[in-house]
């Protein structure tokens, strides 16, 4: 969930790997809102806002692109 907060607080991408309940995806997503059960972000696959439940988000990273950009 940290990697998650920093994504809110401080307007940086993240990277996630998603299960829905049929498929994987890897997405890249923006965070605007968490709880413990869901997490609404911005969906740069899908172009939209999406809404994320916890148990499906198997994995998270930073994205590399947001860290250059915010370095300089």
Not at 7 to 23: T, V
Not at 30 to 53: G, I, S
Request: charged residues 30%; neutral net charge.
């Amino acid at each position: 969930m940290k990697l998650i907060a920093l994504s809110q607080n401080e307007g940086i991408k993240i990277d996630i790997i998603y299960f829905d309940g049929e498929s994987f995806t890897k997405r890249k997503i923006l965070v605007h809102h968490f709880t413990e059960q869901t997490v609404d972000a911005y969906c740069y696959l899908r172009k939209a806002p999406r809404t994320f439940k916890t148990d499906g988000i198997l994995a998270v990273s930073l994205d590399s692109h947001s860290l250059e950009e915010r370095s300089g």
